[in-house]
């Protein structure tokens, strides 16, 4: 829906709620409440809501461990040895890949770690690594130590995009420009699919094109885009991608992740790679073999045997949103997030501006808005009024309406409570 059909008035909201098909899935999560009401919870960007049907799921795993002990990993009802395959085909699909190419292991900063001990692999001559100005935390330290182990120092192997003087976002034109101008010094273009700080959503097909153009290894990371905008990431063909399952993915606080490895080098068995007793080939994966033979796919990178229970949870969601589909999620998910820019542009204060992109193709579901005073007061106060977004220092108020299970009314009620807070 365009910015010149939506309208201000309550009856709008609840209009628009009622016409949406994907209205009842709502139902399906479980809500904090405040003063005995639920809250208006616009915090999907950080930590998803819980499936009501995540306790099941986990109950399920806990009575077989009760009653099988040991002989759950063969006969639990979902046998646990090949339980993370009930994972693959859901989760290729989401991210638009290959089963082979997809495998749900670790957290994202070890998979990021695990990712760059085989595609990071600096030369005197191309070593850089290409990030944007205000990663995550946790991505850059991940580089920069990267960097130093292999002998080089960050402030002359990282490479930082930086948006122009006095704007918030990177230009397109700016990124290809830079990966154009110092390809053949870059050897990993590592980019957030959504920044979690400003909510941009990055060109990621064309990224990954004029990157691998320059000979650079591409890899992103997901963890605001899963389950947030759909991706086609086998067709894009970055080298890698890693995401966390806590956030979209409605996964649980700590919830095992993701990663995807492209099918190009599915059988690259020359690659170095931290290697586990899980990556190995899983027909003698148990004569417990000194060598290890890796599995081919994404699934060679494995590590550990994961934790069930918390696979468990991401099996409850990954039903839902397959029943969802993601293409009917983006377009609630885009004009959701549009009519939230409408309702907070008709406010004309100074008090707060939107720094995420106005186009739609250029953010997901999270606006981030600069608030001039008080910001943190401002976020604190809500969240006692039960409006649930997030507080990032120093002047950003991040909510993300999500498709799943907010409404145009929680959307109408947010900019009502957010607007006389800041007056
Ligand atoms: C963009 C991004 N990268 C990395 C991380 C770190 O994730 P983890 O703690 O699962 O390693 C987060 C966590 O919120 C994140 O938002």
Redesign the pocket.
Known sequence: MSQAEFQTGETFALAMDERDSLRDFRERFLFPESRGRECIYLCGH?LGLQPKTAASYVEQELKDWAQLGVEGHFHAKYPWMPYHRLLAEQTAELVGAKPIEVVVMN??????HLMMVSFYRPTRERNKILIERG?????QYAVKSQIRYHGFEPEAALLELTPRAGEDCMRDEDIEELIERSGNEIALILL?G???ATGQAFDMERIAWIGRKRGCVVGF?L??AVGNLPLKLHEWGPDFA?W?S??YLNGGP?CI?GCFVHERHAQAWNLPRLTGWWGHDEKTRFKMGPDFQPMAGADGWQLSNPPIVSLAVLRASMEIFGSAGMDRLRTKSASLTGYLEYLLNCQKTAAFSIITPPETQRRGAQLSIRILKNGRGVCEQLIGEGILGDWREPDTYRVAPVPLYNTYLDVFQFVRRFTAATS
């Open positions: 950080s957290s994202l900063t070890v998979n990021l990663a995550f935390p946790s991505d957030g959504v920044n979690y990371d963890a605001h890693v966390c806590y956030k700590g992740g």
